[in-house]
């Protein structure tokens, strides 16, 4: 019985794609903002036009993103694909810098598995942002790195000058 629900729901998935009314998928979970005491953390699926209108987002970080970050990189871009492609020495990199960002990426790696399988899981981890702009973009495709949240220092935040 499962698998005719499984059958069912892809039939109607393919149908949407030939009749052209397939919506956009949206991925929410990489779409929050927290904080603690110390750091504010940030879903890498936001936009910079989503940031600026979020009232929870921190005034001073908004105007980082308005004063310097949206001054070569267009409102619509998401933080993980401005991170992604960003290069050493760009404008953006060098503010990131000074805010002392890191990063959490997921990244795709071999591991063993149960009955001696090899299978494919994503290991989390958190790295700078000098240690992520190192990464090759060929090997950043090659490795199915996933830039999933942006950790900000409210110290650094604090002590920015705009």
Do not use: C
């Amino acid at each position: 019985m499962p698998f005719q629900l499984l059958k069912d729901t892809w039939k109607s998935v393919r149908e949407k794609k030939k009749s052209g009314k397939s919506s956009a998928v949206v991925y929410e979970d990489f779409k929050y903002m927290l904080q603690d005491v110390s750091r504010i953390y940030i879903g890498a699926k936001y936009t910079y036009r989503e940031l600026m209108h979020n009232p929870e987002m921190a005034f001073k970080f908004k105007s980082v993103i308005e004063h310097y970050l949206l001054k070569e990189t267009d409102p619509d871009t998401s933080l993980e694909s401005d991170f992604y492609y960003m290069e050493p020495g760009s404008f953006s990199y060098r503010t990131y810098e000074q805010l002392k960002i890191k990063l959490k990426i997921s990244v795709l790696v071999e591991r063993l598995g149960r009955q001696g399988k090899s299978e494919r899981v994503y290991w989390e981890k958190t790295v700078t942002l000098e240690e992520f702009a190192a990464i090759p973009l060929p090997r950043k495709k090659r490795d199915g790195i996933v830039v999933q949240e942006l950790i900000l220092s409210k110290l650094a935040l604090v002590s920015f000058v705009i």
